[in-house]
């Protein structure tokens, strides 16, 4: 099969072209400590349709609120079990879904702490630098002291980095666009 150049205003179709062993849904194992949750959700462009082409990563704290980094140099223990770090492209409706857990509350600016929460990464066809955002977990009572989510001054706005919960799954939609857009950070 002969492979024609991509056209140069574009980026991509480079995700599914030799970088699939990136993906990982799965962060925790059986050994994992913490609360098991699912995190899914859906990316819609502007007009609502879904972007079957896009790739979630996501970036999270274990159940103690440290990361499997090693420049996390807090004292609180390490689960070791935990990846914390997933990547999942979006299937045909755009939907991705995550296993993981959920994640502790960790250090934010000033001496303040942050609510538990997901750091998540977008890429995309036509996107040529990704988009970042946040999931807040709905039923988490410190999301009110939280440093980066009351960056968000307007309440409509706030709710985008919302996750609602149903059972054991977390829901968090994605507008890219338009009336409703999620709310993205500058990095």
Request: a negative charge; charged letters at 25%.
């Amino acid at each position: 099969m002969a492979r024609l150049p991509t056209a140069s205003q574009t980026v991509g179709p480079y995700f599914s072209i030799g970088l699939d062993w990136l993906n990982t849904t799965a962060l925790a194992s059986e050994a994992t400590q913490g609360t098991r949750i699912t995190v899914e959700g859906r990316i819609t462009d502007g007009d609502g349709a879904p972007v079957p082409d896009a790739v979630v990563e996501i970036w999270q704290a274990d159940a103690n609120g440290r990361y499997a980094h090693p420049e996390d140099k807090q004292e609180k223990p390490r689960d070791e079990n935990f990846r914390g770090f997933g990547r999942c492209p979006t299937d045909k409706d755009g939907v991705f879904r995550f296993q993981t857990v959920k994640p502790g509350t960790v250090p934010g600016p000033g001496n303040t702490l942050q609510a538990p929460h997901i750091l998540v990464s977008i890429g995309m066809r036509g996107l040529l630098k990704r988009v970042v955002s946040r999931i807040y977990f709905e039923d988490e009572a410190a999301n009110a002291d939280d440093p980066i989510l009351n960056l968000v001054e307007d309440a409509g706005r706030r709710k985008t980095l919302i996750a609602r919960r149903h059972g054991d799954t977390y829901r968090w939609d994605v507008k890219l666009q338009g009336a409703g857009e999620t709310v993205f950070f500058d990095v």
